[in-house]
């Protein structure tokens, strides 16, 4: 699905402020499941997820977290993963959502940390994907670091969607569409989403700021949990997978490894075994 049809099949609520994209898909009565997208792009990352989790009977909600995607991007804001998690909560609560399976991806990962800190019981299972879970493991590819950087509030303005593509190659293990990194580039950009980056990037310091409490309800969560890997992620990929299995030693896992093995974006890069793994889990 493509992202225009993607909006096409969502809406737009105020929250915390904010017009927030969201859509549902899936029998009203269904298991419910919500997923968490990453930086830099949006939810319709799990576009190609969603069907098979649909097919098996769960109702899944997805969203534009502030900032990205089809949500509104307000200039100057002071970014954050904790007001990022309110959001969520407050969609919960618009949607009549009481408990739900949890799945996340990347910059999601820590806005899923903070639900749990908040509130482990809301959450029936989790899954994450690729992600900062440890902010000393988290290596940011250097256009990262230079928007993080004091130069990114004007480097921003001057990204292409030729060097946007370049970055996310460097972080992907098997090949992308062309349509797919376009639909990528324009979930980025929409709503003059260049100047919002470089604030967009503090969730860099805010997981370090964060990174005891967030530590502690990742491994602490009494509930089932996996993580679904692509090792040849440069960010956070096969030098994460020794601490998930010392620290959460119950927990499932699914190392995408088979050649060529799976970078940074798994739902993206190989949908088939991610779908199956979510299905099994969480449906």
């Not at 090949?175 to 580039?185: G, K």
Request: hydrophobic letters at 35%; proline letters at 7%; charged letters at 20%.
């Amino acid at each position: 699905m493509r992202l225009d049809e993607w909006i096409a099949g969502g809406e737009r609520t105020r929250l915390g402020g904010h017009e927030i994209f969201h859509r549902q898909d899936g029998p009203v009565d269904g298991r419910p499941v919500t997923l968490v997208h990453g930086f830099p792009t949006s939810s319709h990352d799990w576009a190609p997820i969603v069907p098979a989790l649909v097919e098996s009977g769960c109702r899944v909600t997805t969203f534009d977290l502030l900032g990205f995607g089809a949500s509104a991007k307000p200039v100057g804001h002071d970014y954050r993963i904790t007001e990022q998690a309110s959001i969520v909560e407050e969609l919960w609560e618009r949607l009549a959502i009481e408990k739900t399976a949890l799945g996340a991806h990347d910059y999601g990962v820590s806005v899923a940390q903070e639900l749990l800190h908040r509130n482990a019981s809301r959450i029936t299972a989790a899954v994450f994907l690729n992600g900062g879970l440890y902010p000393d493991l988290h290596r940011p590819i250097r256009i990262q670091q230079l928007l993080h950087g004091p130069a990114g509030a004007v480097l921003q303005y001057l990204s292409t969607e030729r060097m946007y593509r370049r970055s996310l190659h460097e972080v992907f293990g098997r090949p992308v569409s062309d349509e797919a990194l376009h639909d990528m580039w324009l979930s980025t950009t929409m709503n003059n989403g260049k100047r919002v980056q470089h604030r967009l990037l503090h969730y860099i310091d805010e997981r370090r700021t964060h990174s005891d409490s967030w530590r502690t309800a990742l491994e602490t969560y009494p509930g089932p949990i996996q993580f679904i890997w692509g090792p040849a992620d440069p960010v956070s990929g096969a030098h994460v997978l020794p601490r998930l299995r010392e620290r959460l030693p119950n927990a499932q896992f699914l190392i995408l490894d088979e050649s060529p093995p799976t970078g940074h974006y798994p739902q993206v890069e190989n949908p088939t075994p991610v779908a199956a793994a979510l299905v099994g889990f969480l449906c």
